[in-house]
């Protein structure tokens, strides 16, 4: 691995003035006291923020955020990435899929895994510890961090892990999973989950911090975007139909710049692109068997297609673009495969829709164009931390049929969504699929309460106070 692994991400400041809108006077006032109650609190101090990859997930695009945020208020905050070789992310991929309970790919956490994960904190250690300063806040992001927790409290920082992953069952993969990762842990001054039920019985209860995700309504992925721009970015992408001639859609980058989408995606499918007004069922996610897209394809094709007129997009990054997931390229292969299996009339109602990842920005307004012209968004995960694209597509007021599971219920409320019992049953998967497609009243209904559930408790000014409330904690303990 290469000296130079271990590369600061630069990000622009993000205005809190902007959240005022949106959340009120009361809220915006009790963001304000908590931003100077921890500017004071941290003086001198800087808050890290460290991952395995700035772009292609919901940690770095939650990061971008929040480190923003962060800045404007004053607290000076930095975003370290470390890089890893494939090993290390196989491995790393495997304690990922066991956090969730299941086993992933067949191989051990034995002693070979924890040499190759060993081997990536040896190669990133030195230079993140450099980069530290004693008495530094370190926030380290999921498994592929974890090993760097003991270095960085020997040097004086204090460290919190947050792992963004988790199940509320307990198995014989959950206890592989934290039986490799705890001694990498127990230097940890505090812990960070997205629920209760994620976290291991032998954590200390008083170190331990219950902290949603949010989204950000402003960035590119989420701001408002006119009809025509969506119009265009999709026949951009190549899904929908296109006047010729037609300009490029415009959004707005995270920084206040023009942005314009003028990149295609890698789209698998057959006939003629879409008519702009036939009703579309999008899900985005990774390529990752937990998000079970060949399962929505099957339950779509078998359960679906002869009951109703809508298509099906399966959307996901390009698999070259996202460097810490390995599964990616066999999960969009096993997806592919089964596509090429279906019936001719199947084939051509589902589409499987790879994102070009080259511009960050680029990439999530063309999420943003996808999921706004969803007439449902579905995730129907098999296990899911918290569901950052559940909360997106509720913001848009779009309809979501989802699994009940992990944060997604905390997401979906009752009355905001529907929820699926059982993600493995594809038929029941199906009719709830095909009866809400055939009741546009309710489309609406649901899509309006989904936005107002995710105003009230998953933007940004909730996800920094905890945060603030946690750092003030940690700071204080460490000086008293």
């Given amino acids: 691995m290469a000296p130079d692994a271990v590369h600061e991400v630069e990000v622009p400041v993000l205005p809190l003035s902007r959240l005022h809108p949106l959340i009120g006077d009361r809220r915006f006032a009790e963001l304000e006291l908590a931003a100077a109650a921890t500017r004071d609190a941290l003086a001198g101090i800087t808050v890290w923020n460290v991952n395995s990859t700035a772009t292609g997930g919901g940690v770095a695009e939650m990061l971008q955020v929040l480190v923003g945020y962060i800045l404007d208020a004053g607290v000076r905050a930095r975003w370290l990435v470390i890089h890893g070789d494939p090993e290390f992310f196989v491995v790393t991929k495997r304690v990922h899929n066991r956090l969730h309970g299941v086993p992933g790919d067949d191989g051990a956490l034995d002693a070979r895994a924890a040499a190759a994960y060993g081997a990536t904190e040896a190669a990133n250690t030195g230079a993140v510890v450099a980069a530290v300063a004693p008495g530094d806040v370190v926030v380290l992001h999921d498994p592929q961090t974890a090993a760097l927790a003991g270095p960085l409290a020997d040097a004086g920082a204090l460290v919190v892990w947050r792992c963004h992953v988790g199940t509320d069952v307990v198995n014989e993969w959950t206890e592989q999973a934290w039986a490799f990762l705890r001694p990498h842990l127990e230097a940890c001054a505090g812990f960070v989950f997205s629920r209760q039920a994620y976290v291991p019985a032998w954590m200390a209860p008083e170190r331990v911090s219950i902290i949603p995700p949010s989204i950000d309504p402003f960035s590119p992925k989420n701001a408002e975007i006119s009809f025509l721009d969506q119009a265009r ?28 989408v003028t990149r295609a995606a890698t789209v698998v499918g057959e006939g003629d692109r879409l008519d ?12 990752d068997h937990l998000k079970d897209m060949r399962g929505v394809m099957v339950g779509f094709a078998e359960g679906v297609v002869d009951r109703t007129d809508a298509h099906l997009l399966l959307v996901g990054p390009d698999v070259h673009g996202v460097t810490d997931d390995p599964e990616g390229r066999l999960v969009l292969e096993e997806c592919v495969d089964t596509w090429r299996a279906l019936p001719p009339p199947a084939r051509r109602r589902i589409r499987l829709v790879s994102l070009p990842m080259e511009d960050v920005d680029e990439n999530a307004a063309m999420v943003n164009a996808l999921q706004r012209h969803a007439t449902v968004v579905v995730q129907k995960s098999l296990a899911e931390g918290f569901g950052l694209t559940v909360a997106e597509a509720m913001w848009k007021a779009k309809p979501v049929l989802a699994s009940a599971v992990g944060g997604i219920v905390d997401l979906v409320a009752p009355g905001t969504g529907v929820l699926l019992d059982d993600p493995t049953d594809l038929g029941a998967f ?6 809400i497609l055939g009741e546009p009243d309710l489309l609406a209904t649901l899509g309006g309460r989904a ?16 945060y603030a409330s946690l750092v003030q904690r940690l700071v204080g303990a460490g000086s008293g």
Avoid: K, M, N, Y
């Avoid at 026949?235 to 942005?259: I, K």
């Avoid at 199906?430 to 009866?435: C, P, V």
């Fill in 233 to 260: 970015i999709l026949g951009c992408l190549g899904v929908t139909s296109v006047l010729a001639g037609e300009p490029p859609g415009v959004f707005v980058r995270r920084d206040g710049s023009p942005g314009v």
């Fill in 276 to 287: 702009p007004v036939v009703p579309v069922v999008v899900q985005v996610s990774r390529w």
């Fill in 430 to 435: 199906a009719d709830a699929l095909a009866s």
């Fill in 451 to 466: 936005h107002r559930h995710v105003l009230e408790g998953f933007v940004g000014d909730t996800h920094l106070l905890h």
